[in-house]
């Protein structure tokens, strides 16, 4: 006989773990127990040596699919006569903590059950188990167990008890466990009154849909707004109602067939698509016409449409396509599901807020009395080369930590200015966390404060030192300066890369040759960076080369109209008379004010960025002169230049070398746009050229890089890298010199993932 006791910390509760070693130990006949603590999960075991042999191997091969095992510690102990094995009360540790699992969409068990007219969860929308369902969005503190959570109030009738503590149920121990008798439930309110309970709330929400009409949908992480996306005048109302313009909506479709009816899918985006996470993925729209298509008013002028699966119970109740009982109110095969917020604004969780802020924007809510404790916006992901790539980390990622190969300080890293997230860290750990949002308002900051808080709770983190961007301006600048703790300034596009750096693995101890092409972050010189080639390991950088700098006439002024940026590029660089002509739509009288502007140079910042470089090529090449979302004009260039199948020759662009530092001249380049637009070449071919042009001068940079530094690793890092075409050429450029290139696989290569790169350079100098 010998006994065991066994420590394991990593993703173990709320996944299933506890009634997987229950089970495990009754098949090697071993005694004892097995608990939560808010470290983790504690065995201790007692047997035949050759059974408990057994028991551990098992253990971590056979470990339940939700579960993920940092580490594990086994030590003999001394055998101490248990007589069963027993699944003890969980216990909180002080100090300790433990990775928390994200929302899992909804299991295909709980799917079969769901619309299984015998099933005592027939058609219940909070249904979910051991394997699926409300996590992280629900998780008040550690150790997860159900008095934590937001069903705390929500006591278990005797059927689902029952489940809960038999260990051979799938729904044992499963803390969100509910049932139409003794869980949440939804209703429906119109004009202030509720119209509808449950079943009732469901049928009249899919009529109004089916109607045209907008629905406020209470979700997992927040409220969506909800339309019919086949309907052109709903989605048209939606605009409308939002004040959003042009931006795409992400869109939910009844199943993979509908979703496969309108793009192009391929394996791994399938996969993403009926994962466990299923997120919002960017795929081709196909441009064959199909009966019941989504309107082109969901997406204008971009050849992708954000689309993703129903998530939650909820969700397949309201896109279900089969049911005879939800049949009897047919309803839209896809739906517009954007978040349910004020323009830019964080989504609402509270059904209250939604109440009031929402009340202009929806006709009628669909409401349920499941609190959302932590807000989490849907994640987005675009699929390149079979690699996944975030663009939103959020719903179904976050909190799960990035693993860094070293130890760090407990630091708090407060990202940057757009597309917030920060970081905590400590351990081996780096929490990221879900999407805050963009830091315009106080209710950006609040939900960024309400995060955080959250966060250093769970995860048990106080930090000892508070990263923050350059910037003087951002508001994460400011909130870090009112604090009372040791400040540590990081550049932003050295964040970039060191996050590219981290999210592969790296210890940051050699350099790599970063390719840092984003839109806009403040520099070290006060100017405006952006298209940066870095050699940079963790602890500092040298700006090898960069775009060079060209003014950017009113600042935030020129990234909503790209055509005042091409009016002070081509005024720098001498080329306005021709460039005037070319800017369609702009009031000639406007185009001669602001070139007075740039050569007084007033309220008129330098900018090395090559986001503004891709928005004055476009409002030049025949593109737009005017933004209504950020990178739309590089977007829409990326989609006409996709058209472009041929090979088409690259511009000429070249650098001079000034004071040890490259500086891309832009002038050849923009000169020969120019006469592209004046020959009337399409949009499309010179957006071509554009990026063909660009993944050549990155290419012909790292050659030069390397040469001199004998660096070969290239890591890729900011939001100019959410355009995959560039994306692709440049990667198989690089790759063809014999470099080994660097993306971001866990975190976005955009402002997302910055908090993370903040995080380990200000590790590094706190060594
Ligand atoms: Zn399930
Ligand atoms: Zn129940
Ligand atoms: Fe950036």
Redesign the pocket.
Known sequence: MSARQIHISGVVQGVGFRPFVYELAQRCSLVGWVRNTSAGVDIAVQGEEAAVESFLFHLTHDAPPLAHIDSIEVKTIAMDGFATFEIQESESVAGAFQPVSPDVALCAECERELFDPGDRRYLYPFINCTHCGPRFTIIRDLPYDRPATSLADFALCANCQREYTDPADRRFHAQPVACPTCGPHVWLNEKGKTVGERLEAILQTRRLLREGKIVAVKGLGGFHLACDATNAEAVAELRRRKGRVGKPFALMAADIQTVEDLCAVNTAERQLLTGREKPIVILKRRTTNVTGAVVDEVAPNVDTLGMMLPYTPLHQLLLNQTNPTLAAEPAPRVLVMTSGNLSEEPILTDNKAARSQLATLADAFLFHNRDIDQRCDDSVIRVVDGQPLHQRRSRGYAPYPVKLPFNVPTILATG?ELKNTFCLTRDQYAFLSQHIGDMENVETMVAFEKSQAHLKRLFRIEPTAIVHDLHPGYLTTRWARRQSLPLIEVQ??HA?IAACMADNGLTGETPVIGLAF????YGTDGTIWGGEVLIADFKTFRRYAHLEPLPLPGGDAATRHPWRTAVGYATALGLSMRALALLQGVDPQAVLIVEAQVRKMLNTPLTSSLGRLFDAVAALAGGRTTVTYEAQAAIEMEAAARQITADVPVYPIYWDEVGGTRLVRLRECLRAIITDAQRDETFGYIGARFHRTLAALAMRLCVDAKRETGLNQVALS??VWQNTLLLELTVAGLKAEGFEVLTHRQTPA??GG?ALGQAVIAAKQME
């Open positions: 940057g932003h596009h970039h984003d839109g806009t972050g900011g939001g955009n402002d910055l």
